[in-house]
């Protein structure tokens, strides 16, 4: 009788920061992925008679990872929302590159390493940041 | 787009295909684990109890440990190598299967985890190096796999109090992961170019590479290799002989690049180097398959002042077409995986990991061979010329640019 005439109050879920959660993989991750744009754009220097001009996109590519992932994991909205676009964007980039590659003078060239980080990377950032935002909505 | 599955060394498919059949074998191993806690069986209970405590970071790492794990015990069943070898990959599968045992059950693996992690990395990175394998597609994803787990066991959690030793931590954490991604992808992708620079010699003079790239199709670091044959027959290498004596005569005409100029050839790429190509866009689409009247590319050494022309480069029209093996092994056609950036427009190599600087797309052109007409060391055919010989070559034969 008791229970019916004092209710139990359900506490609303406290918004804590987790340590070791999603915004910690998603750093991991990020930089991960910096540390291989640096190592293509040798790639590029390689075949372009070393000239740094090429070098300026990837590594202000690498920098903005560097600070998104920073920033990520201090659990700032806008980084997630910045992580979100530049993956959705990577993942299109890999999309039209597939379109490309059906054009008969050229072909594209898919290996395992090359889906791991063209396509599972790129994914992986994308769910654990809209996770990140879906749970900070939440709470 | 092709070649998916390239670059895979035949000894390697039972480790991925163990890992591919792990996958649902997990799965189902956990929702019958996760039914059995529900129905009150204790281990199950304590078991899910400590997984769901466990951070995502340190999930994360034990997926990947997991992951490494059993491509290390399933190495053995392709890779017929010495008892030691077998030892050690069996060794190493169960240690990183304990490891990642001790990361669910909350004990220390940090430690022991980045140090067997750097080693596994070392090692792989020195046999490949020494030639021992070449590095290919399952040994370079479980690199990257092992890379992530080292981020994720040496990144230190944050927590709501900042510690000095924190602090100073997780830069270093993060500096040490970016450089172990930069340098073991450097080393693999030097370990290539060598063994892409051995093969044309090995495959010419016929004494054979007996790593994985006598019949493995390569995709790696910019490079794909048609798998070899056996030996040539003794009508392939005449046949070779003769395209190769043929295009040494055709060519002649153009020792001076101004000739081949006038010809409709034109640099492209690099304006120096010991490798600058001349394209003739006339005959890229003209029908004519290995033509010696009519090569598509003539390729010259030029620098200092001076140039040389060293030979031809055929090249198929389209990439889905595969080039005339006239001479069997012996002329092994091949291409290339590049990067094309647009700001600005250049080329680059696709990294040993598969990437592409941002924005800049992959493409691979039609198959190609090198036909060298300046007698080089392993004959006309060979994939590529040693450096130290062209620049002697430059220095005595060349001609004032």
Same mark, same amino acid.
């Given at each position: 009788?008791?229970?019916?005439?004092? &209710?139990?109050?359900?506490?609303?879920?406290?918004? *804590?920061?987790?340590? /070791?959660?999603?915004?910690?993989?998603?750093?991991?991750?990020? %930089?991960?992925?910096?540390?291989?744009?640096?190592?293509?754009? %040798?790639?590029? !220097?390689?075949?372009?008679?070393?000239?740094?001009?090429?070098?300026?996109?990837?590594?202000?590519?690498?920098?903005?990872?560097?600070?998104?992932?920073?920033?990520?994991?201090?659990?700032?909205?806008?980084?997630? #929302?910045?992580? *979100?676009?530049?993956?959705?964007?990577?993942?299109?980039?890999?999309?039209?590159?597939?379109?490309?590659?059906?054009? @008969?003078?050229?072909?594209?060239?898919?290996?395992?390493?090359? %889906?791991?980080?063209?396509?599972?990377?790129?994914?992986?950032?994308?769910?654990?940041?809209?996770?990140?935002?879906?749970?900070? =909505?939440?709470? | 787009?092709?070649?998916?599955?390239?670059?895979? $060394?035949?000894?390697?498919?039972?480790?991925?295909?163990?890992?591919?059949?792990?996958?649902?074998?997990?799965?189902?191993?956990?929702?019958?684990?996760?039914?059995?806690?529900?129905?009150?069986? +204790?281990?199950?209970?304590?078991?899910?109890?400590? #997984?769901?405590?466990?951070?995502?970071?340190?999930?994360?790492?034990?997926?990947?440990?997991?992951?490494?794990?059993?491509?290390?015990?399933?190495?053995?069943?392709?890779?017929?190598?010495? @008892?030691?070898?077998?030892? !050690?990959?069996?060794?190493?599968?169960?240690?990183?299967?304990?490891?990642?045992?001790? +990361?669910?059950?909350?004990?220390?693996?940090?430690?022991?985890?980045?140090?067997?992690? *750097?080693?596994?990395?070392?090692?792989?990175?020195?046999?490949?190096?020494?030639?021992?394998?070449?590095?290919?597609?399952?040994?370079?994803?479980?690199?990257?796999?092992?890379?992530?787990?080292?981020?994720?066991? !040496?990144?230190?959690?944050?927590?709501?109090?900042?510690?000095?030793?924190?602090?100073?931590?997780? @830069?270093?954490?993060?500096?040490?992961?970016?450089?172990?991604?930069?340098?073991?992808?450097?080393?693999?992708?030097?370990?290539?170019?060598?063994?892409?620079?051995?093969?044309?010699?090995?495959?010419?003079?016929?004494?054979?590479?007996?790593?994985? /790239?006598?019949?493995?199709?390569?995709?790696?670091?910019?490079?794909?290799?048609? @798998?070899?044959?056996?030996? &040539?027959?003794?009508?392939?290498?005449?046949?070779?002989?003769?395209?190769?004596?043929?295009?040494?005569?055709?060519?002649? =005409?153009?020792?001076?690049?101004?000739?081949?100029?006038?010809?409709?050839?034109?640099?492209?790429?690099?304006?120096?180097?010991?490798?600058?190509?001349?394209?003739? =866009?006339?005959?890229?689409?003209?029908?004519?398959?290995?033509? &010696?009247?009519?090569?598509?590319?003539?390729?010259?050494?030029?620098?200092?002042?001076?140039? *040389?022309?060293?030979? $031809?480069?055929?090249?198929?029209?389209?990439?889905?077409?595969?080039?005339?093996?006239?001479?069997?092994?012996?002329?092994?056609?091949?291409?290339?995986?590049?990067?094309?950036?647009?700001?600005?427009?250049?080329? /680059?190599?696709?990294?040993?990991?598969?990437?592409?600087?941002?924005?800049?797309?992959?493409?691979? &052109? /039609?198959?190609?061979?090198?036909?060298?007409?300046?007698?080089?060391?392993?004959?006309?055919?060979?994939?590529? %010329?040693?450096?130290?010989?062209?620049?002697?070559?430059?220095?005595?034969?060349?001609?004032?640019?």
């Amino acid at each position: 009788m008791s229970e019916l005439t004092q &209710p139990t109050v359900v506490q609303p879920p406290v918004a *804590v920061p987790v340590p /070791g959660g999603r915004a910690d993989v998603a750093y991991v991750l990020l %930089l991960g992925q910096a540390a291989l744009g640096m190592l293509a754009s %040798l790639g590029v !220097l390689l075949l372009m008679a070393g000239n740094p001009v090429y070098l300026v996109a990837p590594l202000l590519h690498a920098t903005l990872l560097f600070v998104l992932a920073s920033f990520v994991a201090r659990r700032r909205r806008w980084a997630w #929302w910045g992580v *979100v676009v530049l993956e959705a964007l990577s993942l299109a980039g890999f999309a039209l590159n597939l379109l490309i590659g059906l054009l @008969p003078q050229v072909d594209m060239t898919l290996n395992l390493v090359g %889906l791991l980080t063209q396509v599972g990377l790129p994914a992986a950032l994308l769910w654990q940041c809209v996770h990140l935002l879906a749970e900070g =909505k939440r709470t | 787009m092709s070649d998916s599955l390239s670059g895979i $060394a035949p000894d390697h498919w039972p480790a991925l295909i163990a890992v591919l059949l792990g996958v649902p074998v997990t799965g189902y191993a956990r929702r019958a684990v996760w039914r059995r806690a529900d129905r009150g069986v +204790a281990w199950a209970a304590a078991l899910r109890d400590q #997984w769901a405590s466990r951070p995502l970071t340190v999930r994360w790492a034990v997926a990947g440990l997991v992951v490494t794990a059993v491509v290390h015990v399933a190495l053995p069943l392709g890779h017929h190598g010495s @008892p030691l070898m077998t030892a !050690l990959f069996l060794g190493s599968g169960v240690a990183y299967a304990v490891l990642a045992a001790q +990361a669910v059950a909350g004990r220390r693996w940090r430690v022991a985890t980045a140090l067997l992690m *750097v080693a596994t990395i070392v090692a792989y990175l020195t046999v490949v190096g020494q030639g021992g394998e070449e590095a290919d597609q399952v040994g370079l994803a479980t690199t990257l796999d092992e890379l992530l787990v080292l981020g994720l066991c !040496l990144l230190p959690q944050r927590a709501p109090r900042r510690t000095m030793r924190r602090v100073l931590l997780r @830069p270093l954490a993060s500096t040490t992961l970016v450089l172990a991604v930069v340098l073991s992808g450097a080393v693999a992708w030097a370990q290539f170019a060598h063994q892409h620079d051995d093969h044309g010699v090995t495959a010419a003079s016929g004494s054979g590479d007996h790593d994985h /790239g006598e019949y493995l199709a390569r995709a790696q670091a910019g490079v794909i290799l048609r @798998p070899g044959a056996g030996p &040539p027959t003794e009508e392939q290498q005449r046949a070779a002989a003769d395209v190769a004596e043929r295009t040494k005569v055709s060519i002649g =005409k153009y020792q001076d690049y101004r000739v081949a100029v006038a010809a409709g050839y034109s640099l492209e790429g690099p304006q120096e180097g010991l490798q600058l190509h001349f394209t003739n =866009k006339a005959y890229a689409n003209d029908g004519r398959i290995l033509d &010696p009247q009519a090569p598509e590319t003539l390729v010259y050494a030029g620098e200092h002042g001076r140039i *040389v022309l060293l030979g $031809a480069m055929y090249q198929m029209p389209r990439p889905d077409l595969q080039g005339p093996a006239v001479g069997g092994s012996s002329t092994r056609w091949h291409t290339h995986n590049v990067c094309f950036t647009l700001l600005p427009p250049g080329l /680059g190599i696709v990294s040993p990991y598969g990437t592409c600087p941002f924005g800049a797309f992959t493409v691979t &052109p /039609g198959e190609m061979i090198h036909l060298w007409t300046v007698d080089p060391p392993g004959g006309p055919w060979v994939e590529h %010329l040693p450096e130290p010989w062209v620049r002697d070559l430059l220095a005595r034969q060349g001609l004032p640019r």
